[in-house]
């Protein structure tokens, strides 16, 4: 929220990008210059018990664990955060889109403040709603919400294409992603009993699953000129 509330500040009443860049950078060494100080101070208070180790602890012989992916449970939770990878690449490409004809300072100032009203907003949030909405619904209703934001925002976005669209898309999905959906999605991960299936599960939805759209990003912007070019004047070639 700090950061975003630095951005908009620097595009709103500066508007130089290779100034902003400047000050990232200036940043960044500073982050870097505290993360290796606090590393050595750690490794210096640790330094006095690094020689001691506890006895290994006898493991119980466990059965062969199933596979991961044959549970339909897990599957579930792989396919939800492919849709929802597919669907960011989707809102990603319709947002380039709308902006493409923004001028630069306009669009970096329209970022600036999407990033700001939604850090702000999911802090809110996760401090007052999120705990109390948790116990109140059940999961199937909270992981629910955020197909319905996407719904609603796709449809409002190719209603009025515009940066008040995009604003309140963007807004809304994050907010609702970061602040509330997410916290969701990682206590789903509990309901897999075995702990290296719980593990390689997490794994791949991480590694695999958010790339999806990615992946697919080329088809659908092939998909999306194909299906425009046909609408203006028949097929392209």
Not at 45 to 72: E, L, R, V
Not at 181 to 210: M, Q
Request: aromatic letters at 14%; proline letters at 5%; one cysteine or more.
């Amino acid at each position: 929220t700090v950061g975003s509330a630095f951005a908009t500040f620097f595009a709103t009443y500066v508007g130089n990008g290779e100034y902003l860049l400047l000050v990232s950078g200036i940043m960044l060494e500073g982050a870097l210059a505290m993360f290796l100080r606090s590393s050595a101070a750690i490794g210096r208070g640790g330094g006095k018990t690094a020689g001691k180790t506890a006895p290994a602890a006898a493991q119980p012989h466990s059965p062969p664990q199933t596979p991961w992916f044959a549970s339909a449970y897990a599957l579930g939770i792989v396919g939800y955060t492919c849709f929802y990878s597919l669907s960011l690449t989707a809102l990603f490409m319709e947002r380039m889109a709308v902006l493409s004809g923004v001028p630069l300072g306009e669009k970096i100032t329209a970022m600036a403040n999407i990033n700001f009203a939604a850090s702000s907003t999911t802090m809110v949030l996760q401090i007052f709603v999120t705990g109390r909405l948790l116990q109140a619904l059940p999961t199937s209703v909270s992981l629910a919400m955020l197909p319905v934001a996407f719904g609603a925002g796709f449809y409002f976005l190719f209603a009025h294409r515009s940066i008040a669209a995009v604003f309140f898309f963007e807004v809304s999905r994050r907010t609702l992603a970061f602040g509330f959906v997410k916290p969701v999605r990682e206590l789903l991960y509990h309901g897999i009993p075995s702990k290296p299936a719980r593990v390689s599960t997490k794994t791949f939805n991480d590694s695999v699953c958010r790339k999806v759209g990615d992946f697919c990003a080329p088809v659908y912007a092939s998909a999306t000129v194909f299906s425009r070019s046909w609408s203006v004047g028949g097929p392209v070639g």
